[in-house]
T-cell receptor, first 109, second 113 residues
């Protein structure tokens, strides 16, 4: 069955630490991949997306993600997190937009 | 004004009642989606529609139905609400084609007593 997995449920970091959140999918064929962010009390908004071309994708607020086809992965990274990055992060795949369970990120000041 | 509008934003109802959540979008998108969000479970897809004549079940469609009244409107119904349908519901719309992102509404919080 097609699925999206996010292995980290809750990540706690201090400001300036580096971040990597995992996302793996099990879809055959061409994939379009997305990362969305949900700040406390708000709706989801797009961080970045991949659908073709350079597998290293840069998004808003200093986030980036790398599509590794051989590993069925699309991990999200940020070199130095800020307190304002505290939010829940969701990975999603393709037109039917199935989401992973999300990763809650808490950044301590 | 928001691009994707959901009504009501909050609703408390009783077991067995029929509930409709409405969604409208002003972006001219063909695709529309309904999700529910529960703590620790992320967003689970209930139904989605790629155009007015196209309706597809998602991961958790049992107990729900939808209607795509127009390109801009996509409503979700709970024919006989039960307590485990208590959740935050999100509607979203997106354009056709690869890489089309979704735009989400503000959410509808439903409590079934």
């Amino acid at each position: 069955a097609q699925s999206v997995s996010q292995h980290n449920h809750h990540v706690i970091l201090s400001e300036a630490a580096s971040l990597e959140l995992g996302c793996n999918y099990s879809y055959g064929g061409t994939v379009n991949l997305f990362w969305y962010v949900q700040y406390p009390g708000q709706h989801l908004q797009l961080l970045l997306k991949y659908f073709s071309g350079d597998p290293l994708v840069k998004g808003i607020k200093g986030f980036e993600a790398e599509f590794i086809k051989s590993k069925f992965s699309f991990n999200l990274r940020k070199p130095s997190v800020q307190w304002s990055d505290t939010a829940e992060y969701f990975c999603a795949v393709n037109d039917d937009m199935r989401f992973g369970a999300g990763t809650r990120l808490t950044v301590k000041p | 004004d928001a691009d994707v509008t959901q009504t009501p934003r909050n609703r408390i109802t009783k077991t067995g009642k029929r509930i409709m959540l409405e969604c409208s979008q002003t972006k001219g998108h063909d695709r529309m989606y309904w999700y529910r969000q529960d703590p620790g479970l992320g967003l689970r897809l209930i139904y989605y529609s790629f155009d007015v004549k196209d309706i597809n079940k998602g991961e958790i469609s049992d107990g729900y139905s939808v209607s795509r009244q127009a390109q801009a409107k996509f409503s979700l119904s709970l024919e006989s609400a039960i307590p485990n349908q208590t959740a935050l519901y999100f509607c979203a719309s997106g354009s056709q084609g690869p890489g089309g992102e979704l735009f989400f509404g503000e959410g509808s919080r439903l409590t079934v007593l």
